[in-house]
């Protein structure tokens, strides 16, 4: 069982930055693949940024060379780095734990907001 926990969202001014952390209880945390998703008002979530057990990344075309996903196995602990934020960023982000060979061994956060705007 993994339990998850996102954190730093918040409010920010467009140009800003923000880092948000999916805090992962459990054991084995490294050999689970992260994403991070987003869901606006009225829209459908969104996958934004993934992170493998091995550490390779994967960005949405809207996000790239904005956002950094990272990883620290040792504090359990999975990281997106949003730079240059835009009001149309605005949402709540959620991580998503998904077992390298299991996938079906999924856990999900639940969520913080974002907001950008000035």
């Known amino acids: 069982q993994v339990q998850l926990v996102e954190s730093g969202g918040g409010l920010v001014q467009p140009g800003g930055s923000l880092r948000l952390s999916c805090a992962a209880s459990g054991s084995m945390f490294s050999i689970y693949n992260v994403d991070w998703s987003r869901q606006a008002p009225g829209k459908e979530r969104e996958l934004v940024a993934t992170?493998?057990?091995?550490?390779?990344?994967n960005y949405a075309g809207s996000v790239k060379g904005r956002f950094t996903i990272s990883r620290d196995n040792a504090k359990n602990t999975v990281y997106l780095q949003m730079n240059s934020l835009k009001p149309e960023d605005t949402a709540v982000y959620y991580c998503n734990a998904r077992h390298s060979h299991y996938p079906s061994l999924a856990y999900w956060g639940q969520g913080t907001q974002v907001t950008v705007s000035s």
């Open positions: 992170i493998t057990s091995g550490g390779s990344t």
